[in-house]
DNA sequence: GGATGTGTTGCACTGTGCGCAACACGCGTG
DNA sequence: CACGCGTGTTGCGCACAGTGCAACACATCC
């Protein structure tokens, strides 16, 4: 739609990766170094980017006070927020809270256990879908037509050993996440991380959202992490309840 | 520079004030209903806005995601929260931290107590140069050059009685500021809060930076803040210690 | 039935953002 | 010191992106 509205967000989320010189921004952009260097000064003036010392840039101070709006705006994640500390604090495992955004699957809420082991997840991006646990638990429940429309043109991908990389092992997968009341990743995209993930339903039944258990696997493999089912229902219960659920 | 970014990043500030129709959009734009939609539709694929159920559109989760990162590239901000917390805790106040960043002092983080008396202050935002103490106890100690620049084109905009409107007036409060240690803000801009600042230092000496106690006049009026100037001047301290900042 | 608001699309015009080149500047290095 | 390298700035001309507009389908509400 928007060519250059598009590469400056794009610009953003170089910056968010790592601080950036102006020309890196415009290598990896394809472009002039001066173009990169105008988007650079739009988004300086408005305070989403900042300039170093050293010449680099990187996102500017704008950007928390619009993460506090943002906050505020998010029921789920508001909801959801304090049972995830809980959860986290309980299993000692980095915790996240999925939702369905947009047509994407999308990691609305991440609480890591003070000693982070360094989950590679990032709030707001899109989820693996065909291997995140978290993904899975919502969309085993989703209806058929739905669920097409999320897996239409969904390239299942190999990111390790274990990863489901056909549609039909995939849909059955759901289906056993289905039935057995949650969903697996083991080592799915990273070998050694494994998570379980649980759905979270709204006033209306539907599921909407889902929690997740992540851990590495040398810390805590698929087996330690069940042990912990209990607490991740319990959890998945809660906010479901305070999203206006009421068990059947 | 670029004219339709310019136009994105006004939706994002709109957007992060309250969710917004999109005809609502248009109108604030000036611009055609269609190329408001374009744009938010932009922003919705890169996960910075959202179509809420009822049509309006608010800020995306991928706005948080950026946040966190942006603070794990905020030293300033990560070394003054803890202390802003515990300040906030002490004397029950909205404290605020600021930066010099841009050619403007904004706010680099915010700490409110949990029964907030909403002060609209945002972080990222620029402070209104003549009325907030967190401005003026950076000014104080800038070297005038820099405060010249600062200054420069600067409009001493009346917001309440006690409002500071001239040059010479403004000049003569940042001496009296220096000379007292901390800088005042008697409901200069809204009349009903008043809050007092201190200067932080970094390594090299120099002031780069304020802390601030925010107050509701009725709850503690100037005098009553004057009373916490020593935990203030011991917070400030500590920060600038954590900047490498050593007593001379 | 009409009124209102959203979302979409095709088209034509215009202006804006782009690439480019050239220059000033600061910094470190051989 | 001259040189290379990267940043920052500016003027120019062109192409095309982005805009405005109009017309449509579609919901919802009264």
């Keep these: 739609m928007s060519q250059s509205v598009r590469r400056a967000l794009e610009v953003v989320e170089l910056l968010a990766g790592t601080p950036r010189s102006p020309s890196d921004v415009a290598e990896v952009l394809d472009t002039h170094r001066s173009t990169a260097l ?93 291997t995140a646990s978290a993904a899975k638990a919502i969309l085993a429940h989703l209806p058929s037509d739905r669920l097409d429309l999320l897996l239409d043109g969904w390239a299942f991908t190999r990111h390790s050993v274990s990863t489901i990389t056909t549609r039909e092992a995939f ?16 080592g799915e995209y990273e070998d050694y991380i494994n998570c379980i993930a649980v759905p979270v339903r709204d006033a209306t039944g539907d599921v909407v959202a889902s929690v997740s258990v992540t851990a590495l696997r040398a810390l805590r493999d698929l087996d330690s992490l069940r042990a912990d089912l209990p607490r991740l229902l319990q959890t998945a219960t809660d906010i479901s309840r305070d999203l206006g659920w009421v068990a059947t």
């Design 171 to 186: 849909l059955a997968d759901l289906a056993a996440a289905r039935e057995r009341g949650y969903a697996i990743d083991d």
């Design 38 to 130: 105008r988007l650079l000064q739009t988004l300086v003036d408005a305070g989403y980017a900042r300039r170093l010392p050293d010449g680099r840039y990187s996102l500017g101070y704008r950007m928390i006070g619009l993460a506090q709006r943002a906050q505020e705006q998010f029921d789920l994640r508001a909801i959801g927020h304090p049972h995830l500390v809980e959860l986290t604090a309980q299993t000692g495992c980095t915790t996240h809270l999925a939702a369905i955004d947009n047509g994407h699957v999308v990691y609305v809420d991440k609480v890591e256990p003070t000693d982070s082991p360094r989950i590679l997840s990032q709030i707001g991006r899109p989820v693996p879908l065909h």
